[in-house]
Every structure is written in C-alpha cells, then in structure tokens.
Nanobody, 122 residues
C-alpha cells in the first residue's frame, strides 16, 4: 500500500521557519505532480505549493516569496521550506501526489498524506 509519510510539523513562532518533508513509501508509477495542500480550522482547503516533474512550481499568492517547494526524485521526496511564518499559516498540511498535474492542482490528487499540524503563534 502506498503511503505518503510526512514530517517536519510542529509549533512555530511567527517569523520562524519550518521544513516539511514528504516521502512516498511504496511504488508510485506516475508522480507528475507533487505538492502540499493545507486546511486551516474553519477555512477551505487550499493548494499551498506544487511542483511538476520538470521542476516547474506553483504557489498560493499568500506564500509566494516565503515558501519554497522542491523535489528529490531519487528519494521520492518533496520538501516545503517555510520561512517568515505567519499566524495565518496555521493549518494542517497535507502532502499530495497526482498522476497528472491537473489532478494535483484541482484538489483531486491520487494520494493524500494524513496531514501534519503546523500551529504558528504570534
């Protein structure tokens, strides 16, 4: 069974940093789109960042310039470097993998991680 194993969450102070990691355990034949969604309490789920197999990226406007997504295909791992965190970034963050870019970026990934908490306090 494929699992997306996430790490790096936890309490953060406003202005601080965290790096999230997500490793695909088990074989995934197609990982064209990989990324991170988040859902804050009482808010809609949103795509935070995505990266395709060419290294092209997409970011939510609210995080652009502060967050950086990257991938290591050999390790089947993606990372989300989060800098200058704000209380508004507090959310559950979910790793996601789509067999296609479209699937990933339209909230229809083929695989979801279980989510990790990132509370940001001012």
């Amino acid at each position: 069974q494929v699992q997306l194993r996430e790490s790096g969450g936890g309490l953060a102070q406003a202005g601080g940093s965290r790096r999230l990691s997500c490793t695909a355990a088990g074989i995934i034949a197609n990982m064209n789109g990989m990324g991170w969604y988040r859902q804050a309490r009482g808010k809609q789920r949103e795509l935070v960042a995505a990266i395709d197999n060419d290294g092209s990226t997409k970011y939510a406007e609210s995080v652009e310039g502060r967050f950086t997504i990257s991938r290591d295909n050999a390790k089947a791992t993606i990372y989300l470097q989060m800098n200058n965190l704000r209380p508004e970034d507090s959310a559950t963050y979910y790793c996601a993998v789509g067999r296609s870019w479209e699937a990933l970026t339209t909230e229809r990934p083929d695989y979801w991680g279980q989510g990790i908490q990132v509370p940001v306090f001012s």
